[in-house]
């Protein structure tokens, strides 16, 4: 199974500044067809997961665009430009290039300062 | 309105059978593959299960093969996860999910139920 590991597993950030999350993964995550399936996802508190990043850096409807995903191979990062209160929660990267199974890092939680 | 909606989930003990049910609506849902997620409380999300369009083909993680079986009754735009022999590790909320998705120009966002709680418990 390609194991998923994201760094920090806690990030307090003060409002209007950048957050930045790392994910890195066990093997590259390059498929055979050429795309890297590697998702990010949103959970704010009490709410449903979201996907935010489809395929390292393809927003998705509806996400706001200081919501960046960059990345390649084994490493990859989700990058918040100017951090709103809205953006608590956890932020989670899923792999979809090997599976099954498909896999999600520990998941990182965003604070307020 | 384009929604999922769960439902099934309960207290259980350990060796019971729950069958969770996700309907769809809004959407063509016979068209869309789907999954099953889930959350232990406190804890991170985990892949469960995942069934193409037609109910043909079936994925599961190794922690539930041979206990859990999803289906989908694409008339009634219902997805199931029948969930047996139930452990306390299966205490999770559990979450079906269509992912997004482009039709030519268009791009829709993925779309999640609120989720059905498990509860595996003496």
């Known amino acids: 199974d390609v194991v998923m590991t994201q760094s920090p597993l806690s990030l307090p950030v003060t409002l209007g500044q950048p957050a930045s999350i790392s994910c890195r993964s066990s093997?590259?995550?390059?498929?055979?067809?050429?795309?890297?399936?590697l998702n990010w996802f949103q959970q704010r508190p009490g709410q449903s997961p979201r996907r935010l990043i489809y395929k390292v850096s393809n927003r998705d409807p509806g996400v706001p665009d200081r919501f960046s995903g960059s990345g390649s191979g084994t490493d990859f990062t989700l990058k918040i430009s100017r951090v709103e209160a809205e953006d608590v929660g956890l932020y989670y990267c899923?792999?979809?290039?090997?599976?099954?199974?498909?896999?999600f890092g520990q998941g990182t939680k965003l604070e307020i300062k | 309105e384009v929604q999922l909606v769960e439902s099934g989930g309960g207290l259980v003990q350990p060796g019971g059978s729950l069958r969770l049910s996700c309907a769809a609506s809004g959407f063509t849902f016979s068209s869309h593959e789907m999954n099953w997620f889930r959350q232990p409380p406190g804890k991170g999300l985990e892949w469960v299960s995942t069934?193409?369009?037609?109910?043909?083909?079936?994925y599961y993680a190794d922690s539930v093969k041979g206990r859990f079986t999803i289906s989908r009754d694409n008339a009634k735009n219902s997805l199931y996860l029948q969930v047996n022999s139930l452990r306390a590790e299966d205490t999770a909320v559990y979450y079906c999910?269509?992912?997004?998705?482009?039709?030519?120009?268009?791009?829709?966002?993925?779309?999640w139920g609120q989720g059905t709680l498990v509860t595996v418990s003496s």
């Open positions: 899923m792999q979809g290039s090997y599976w099954p199974p498909k896999t």
């Open positions: 069934i193409d369009h037609s109910g043909t083909t079936v």
């Open positions: 093997q590259s995550l390059v498929h055979s067809d050429g795309n890297t399936y």
């Open positions: 999910e269509r992912e997004g998705y482009c039709s030519g120009a268009t791009c829709y966002p993925d779309l």
